[in-house]
Nanobody
């Protein structure tokens, strides 16, 4: 089992930056692979960035490549999402998600591949 708590969401002007954090807890939390998803009003939830549990490789949605960076600090059981050059299209509720260690052999940005979810943190860009 793993529990996820996001933080760091805020209101920011276009061109600004934010750093989101996802704190994971549980005896085997570090073994779960994690990712970030987002959902804007009237839109489907979409994958943003995902990372191996070792932190060795990451994948990103095309819309955020070059602007967002996902990273992992296993000592703190925390996943980060550094967001730069934000624009209004990035406005959304951002969710941290995790999938079982047995399913961490490959990376995926598909929502249904993740079973565990945080409550979300709101990012508003104006």
């Amino acid at each position: 089992h793993v529990q996820l708590v996001e933080s760091g969401g805020d209101s920011v002007q276009a061109g600004g930056s934010l750093r989101l954090s996802c704190a994971a807890s549980g005896d085997t939390a570090v073994q779960y692979c994690k990712g970030w998803f987002r959902q804007a009003p009237g839109k489907e939830r979409e994958g943003v960035a995902v990372l191996y549990n070792t932190g060795g490789y990451a994948d990103y949605a095309d819309s955020v490549k070059g602007r967002f960076t996902i990273s992992l600090d296993n000592a703190k059981n925390t996943v980060y999402l550094q967001m730069n050059s934000l624009n209004p299209e990035d406005t959304a509720m951002y969710y941290c998600a995790a999938r079982e260690p047995a399913r961490c052999r490959w990376l995926t940005l598909v929502e249904d591949d993740y079973r565990y979810w945080g409550q979300g943190t709101q990012v508003t860009v104006s």
